[in-house]
């Protein structure tokens, strides 16, 4: 360690208190003056908004209604698995105020996905969408040791179900929650789910402190983007961090209008962005290049747009010069992070290199090491490690996960990256295999699991696969059939639809093998065995007759 090649954040770094909770920084702090009747948050779908005073002050009173019929306590988790909408952030900060941790889960999972996260989590009080009851029902009961936690919905009723907010209305109000005598570094927020390599998702916990450490960071990296005067229209899930950081939280800190969206559609995104004059627009590279290519673009009038923020990849050079040549030349800033250490790096609108994911974010400091974790020269890549505020504590109920993910007091990102001589980070690779499907995170070694319980299949590999199509990672499958399949070319085509279907109807859709199932006569490994993943993108077009062991 003592020669270790420490790179730091050049951006101010904010003080972090460690004596106060998230619902009271948010209720203490209000860093541009917004008034307390300036609306905040809208429904694209309904009429139905809250302001910035409204959202504080129904936040204590639905927090006193989950207190007087749930018993919350500090501690208590609270599962969430619902689309966006003005009611699922109202229900966020209810939540947080009364203490309790919220667990947010992606509202396309399966019974068995649900099983997974209730299995980590185990929640006293699950609020889902109505349509979900069936199956969340379902995962519930097959959880083991765990009493069938009480249920409400949210986004509409069901017969016997309490609904959430009209059914918990309270005329008091609860007390925020206090830690001014407590270290809040020690009280998890929220628990978001994250996918790895080593299999299925983990519940990755974020401090109080992690997550006030994010706002101020952002704030203090970018005030002239992050502010009050932001307009935008939203529509990444709230379960992701994405979300839940952008619109959740930050968004109702700094009192910034958000118009949220319950399904992505871009023609519904740029109709929005146009009649409510828009000036921040946050995307995904599947949606920059949507854009890009999109003919019509011109006939929205998007002159309000002033940034343009996008998360998730790099975006090559070509769709940014196209972008900004659409949007009047508004700067294009991209970031770099994880559910993990919630954002690492940061462009600020100032200073951008084309092609890099920006500067360590404020507070965060990194090293760029080998297999070895020997630190490289400046310039050369190597896995980025990285410490800070905005690291989360652990994974809930997986030690041994977590003891494997940090290293020395530096946590393993798994991804390659490289600094040049200005401090501009570069994303050139990703170590872990995880797939990005349009901003979901996908487990390759999770479909790897569904494929090779397939009675045909003797060896199966899942790798990402980049589709210029639909401008994402797509999920491509690889397979060895057992010796029992018909080996002329129709009843192998025959096969891998079968695979393909079988595979698909485990998972949920943003999981599915959209690159297809491609058999092959062998899967390349090493000597020890290990999968070669790389050699197995040339065999997309065909079958692979032989390949050397390395």
């Known amino acids: 360690m003592e020669n270790s090649r420490i790179y730091r954040s050049t951006y101010p770094a904010p003080h972090i208190p460690t004596d106060i909770s998230l619902s009271q920084f948010l209720s203490d ?23 910035y005073g409204e959202l504080r002050f129904r936040a204590s009173q639905d927090a006193q209604g989950l207190r007087d019929f749930y018993n919350l306590n500090v501690g208590d988790v609270v599962a969430v698995s619902a689309p966006n909408s003005v009611d699922h952030v109202l229900l966020i900060h209810s939540v947080l105020w009364t203490g309790a941790t919220l667990a947010l889960l992606n ?143 930050m968004g109702v800190w700094l009192g910034a209008y958000t118009m949220l969206m319950k399904r992505y559609s871009l023609d519904e995104l740029l109709k929005l962005s146009s009649s409510f004059k828009a000036n921040t627009l946050r995307i995904v590279p599947s949606i920059a290049l949507a854009m890009a290519k999109e003919a019509s673009l011109e006939s929205y009038d998007l002159s309000s747009i002033k940034f343009i923020m996008c998360s998730g990849a790099v975006l090559q050079r070509e769709v940014i010069a196209t972008l900004q040549r659409k949007f009047n030349q508004a700067p294009i800033f991209q970031g770099y992070g994880m559910t993990e250490t919630n954002i690492a790096t940061l462009r600020s609108h100032e200073w951008s290199r084309v092609g890099s994911v920006g500067r360590l974010f404020a507070n965060v400091q990194a090293r760029i090491v080998d297999d070895d974790l020997n630190d490289v020269d400046e310039g050369q890549d190597g896995e980025m490690l990285v410490r800070g505020p905005t690291v989360f504590r652990r994974y809930l109920n997986d030690p041994t996960a977590t003891s494997q993910t940090f290293h020395d007091g530096w946590m393993r990102t798994g991804d390659v990256l490289h600094f040049d001589g200005e401090g501009f980070l570069y994303l050139t690779d990703r170590k872990k295999d995880l797939i990005k499907y349009k901003g979901f995170q996908v487990s390759p070694s ?15 590999a899942v790798c990402a696969v980049w589709d210029n199509n639909e401008g994402t990672e797509i999920p491509t499958a690889y397979v060895k059939l057992r010796h029992t399949v018909p080996t002329d070319i129709q009843g192998r085509v025959n096969m891998a639809i079968d695979i393909q279907t079988f595979v698909n109807t485990k998972v949920s859709s943003y999981k599915r093998l959209r690159g297809g199932v491609h058999v092959l006569e062998e899967i390349p490994k090493t000597a020890s065995g290990k999968i070669l993943k790389r050699l197995l993108l040339p065999a997309r077009s065909g079958v692979i007759k032989s390949l050397p062991k390395l």
């Open 107 to 249: 509202f396309l999972s399966t019974e068995d996905d649900f099983l997974h996260y209730f299995t980590i989590c185990r929640p006293k009080l699950v609020v889902i969408d109505p349509d979900l009851y069936g199956v969340v029902f379902k995962a519930l009961r097959r959880v083991q040791s765990l009493a069938v936690p009480h249920i409400i919905t949210i986004g509409g009723s069901r017969p016997n179900l309490r609904s959430y907010p009209s059914d918990l209305e309270s005329h008091k109000a609860l007390p925020v929650f206090d830690l001014s005598s407590s270290d809040n570094r020690n009280h998890t927020a929220v628990i978001c789910f994250s996918s790895g390599t080593s299999g299925k998702p983990k519940g990755v916990e974020l401090s109080h402190y992690n997550l006030i450490a994010s706002l101020s960071g952002i704030r203090s990296t970018d005030p002239a983007f992050y502010n009050s005067d932001s307009r935008g229209v939203f529509f990444a899930p709230l379960c992701h961090i994405y979300g839940l950081n952008t619109v959740g939280l």
């Open 29 to 51: 702090y209000n860093p541009d003056a917004v008034a307390s009747d300036k609306v905040i948050l809208e429904d694209n779908w309904s009429d139905h908004s809250v302001t």
């Open 446 to 460: 999770e479909l790897e699991g569904i494929l090779t319980s397939h009675p045909e299949v003797d060896e199966g």
